[in-house]
């Protein structure tokens, strides 16, 4: 059974900054690729960053210069910083990843930017 334990999130103002972490059990932390997604009232699930076992980061263009996904081998643990935060980025973000062929998530992590 794999488990994504998220952590994190709550309300900010416009501007600030908050942080999310995501902690599953070393094995599967070790070998898998990590991923943030968000999801905004009415809208699919999208991805916004992942990091790779070794440490590669991918982001989408919105968020490119404003968060930073990095993981801590020692604690299971892949943050995904935020910083600059506006109201668009107002959504639940969740924490995922693919083990042997099947999708898994957190249970979910809300952030809302006010104005």
């Known amino acids: 059974q794999v488990q994504l334990v998220e952590s994190g999130g709550g309300l900010v103002q416009a501007g600030g900054s908050l942080r999310v972490g995501c902690t599953t059990s070393?094995?599967?932390?070790?070998?898998?690729?990590m991923d943030w997604y968000r999801q905004a009232p009415g809208e699919r699930r999208k991805l916004v960053a992942s990091i790779t076992s070794d440490g590669t980061p991918y982001y989408i263009d919105s968020v490119k210069d404003r968060f930073t996904i990095s993981r801590d081998s020692a604690e299971n643990t892949v943050y995904l910083q935020r910083n600059s935060l506006r109201p668009q980025d107002t959504a639940v973000y969740y924490c995922g990843t693919i083990v042997r062929g099947k999708r898994y998530w957190g249970q979910g992590t809300q952030v809302t930017v006010s104005l």
């Open positions: 070393g094995s599967i932390f070790s070998d898998s690729t």
